[in-house]
Every structure is written in C-alpha cells, then in structure tokens.
C-alpha cells in the first residue's frame, strides 16, 4: 500500500491551493482518510478527515472553513482544497489512511498507511 500526496508549492496569503493523496494497493474509498500537517519545530497535527463513506468530514479549528477535503473515487483521490491561506498553514502535509470502512479520526495512530508529504509554503 502507498499513498502519494502531491500538489504543494508556494503561494502567497490569501491564495489557494489543492492537494492531493492518490492511493495504490488499497481502495481508499473503503477507508477513512485524513489530512495532517507538520511545521519546522511543531509536532504533527489534524487538519481534516473524511470517512469511508465520504458523508462525513471533519476539520481542524483552525481551518474550518477554510479548507475543504472531498474524494473521487474513480481516481482513488482524496484532495485538500485550501483557500484563503495564511502564513501559518505553512508546513508539510501529509494524508494517512485509516481502517476499512471507518470514520475519520484526530489522532495519528489511528491511521496505519501515510504518504511522504508534500511542502505548502504560504507567504505574506
């Protein structure tokens, strides 16, 4: 099972910017995915999760309402549209697959599959 997680760059504040986690070796439309984040110096943290069913999502305080996380199952694609960015969602992003058909979950152990990130730098 990997998960590849694309879409990061440079933008600056107030932009927007879409990732994505492409699975292979597991259906990630049977699974829970999430969202998590890791800046310089920072512990990792939940940004967003999405359950099997995709009916639910869950977001960050610090995000809500900003940030957007939605599937495409055809594509097994889980995407994280960010919008009105600020300098401090600057950090690397990773998405993590959890147990077949389950809810999305805040901790990180609940998740046993991770991608390798990709860097999203917002500046002022």
């Known amino acids: 099972v990997q998960l590849q997680a694309s879409g990061g760059g440079l933008v600056l504040a107030g932009g927007s910017l879409i990732v994505s986690c492409v699975g292979s070796?597991?259906?990630?439309?049977?699974?829970?995915v999430g969202w998590f984040r890791q800046a310089p110096g920072n512990e990792r943290e939940f940004v967003a999760g999405?359950?099997?069913?995709?009916?639910?999502?869950d977001y960050a305080d610090s995000v809500k309402g900003r940030f957007t996380i939605s599937r495409d199952n055809a594509k097994n694609t889980v995407y994280l549209q960010m919008n009105s960015l600020k300098p401090e969602d600057t950090a690397v992003y990773y998405c993590?697959?959890?147990?077949?058909?389950?809810?999305?979950?805040?901790?990180?152990?609940?998740?046993?599959?991770w991608g390798q990130g990709t860097l999203v730098t917002v500046s002022s």
């Open positions: 993590a697959s959890g147990p077949i058909y389950s809810t999305s979950q805040r901790t990180s152990d609940f998740y046993d599959y």
């Open positions: 070796g597991r259906t990630l439309s049977r699974y829970a």
């Open positions: 999405i359950s099997w069913t995709g009916r639910t999502t």
